[in-house]
């Protein structure tokens, strides 16, 4: 991720399977990701909506394909746009911390919190996740309650339970990942292949 710019420069929409975007960017690359009735969504922006913009565009396609792959059962590796999110440096760390979390895994918030080097701030991390302003692409629906519940998302736990279906299943029993105890391989995975 980029150091962010302050403002948003631009805007569009796109509709998908679990509701309408809201897709912004500012002047070093993406800055919103929101469903329209998600905790914190900006409401309307000062900035002109503008369809052509080639990185909303990209942004608007990027979603396109990660929702068709639904029927599919599995999403390819994509390249994700660049992305600028405004956020403290605390913020920023966390939400660089969830790009690290591959599709179809899961971690904890204390897993999370212990991957950053700050074990004691699991509040911190989890209401770090919880104003991450880029859903979807910055994946804070891969992180999960201590016991492995669905828990904290703030475009709806229906909408986590969905994103994480799409990745390759719920978290009904999690297992270590092949690569150690940080992530969990959903149920639906096939042992010993790395996502």
């Not at 509701?19 to 960017?25: E, N």
């Not at 080639?54 to 029927?71: G, K, N, Q, W």
């Amino acid at each position: 991720m980029k150091t962010p710019a302050a403002a948003h420069t631009a805007w569009t929409e796109a509709d998908t399977p679990l509701g309408r975007l809201l897709i912004a960017r500012n002047a070093l690359g993406l800055s919103g990701l929101w469903f329209e009735d998600q905790k914190y969504h900006p409401g309307t922006l000062d900035a002109p909506r503008d369809d052509a913009d080639p990185l909303l565009r990209e942004t608007v396609a990027a979603m396109t394909a990660y929702f068709a792959e639904r029927d599919a059962g599995s999403t390819p590796p994509a390249p994700l746009p660049p992305m600028a999110p405004a956020g403290t440096a605390f913020q920023q760390a966390v939400w660089r911390a969830l790009l690290d979390i591959p599709s179809g895994l899961t971690v904890t918030y204390g897993e999370l919190a212990a991957r950053l080097g700050r074990p004691e701030a699991v509040r911190a991390v989890a209401a770090a996740v919880g104003r991450n302003p880029v859903s979807v692409l910055i994946p804070c629906h891969r992180v999960l309650g201590a016991d492995g519940s669905l828990t904290g998302y703030a475009g709806g736990l229906h909408r986590k339970e969905a994103l994480l279906s799409i990745e390759g299943g719920l978290p009904a029993t999690l297992r270590a990942s092949p690569s150690g105890p940080p992530a969990r391989r959903h149920d639906n995975d096939t042992p010993g292949v790395s996502a």
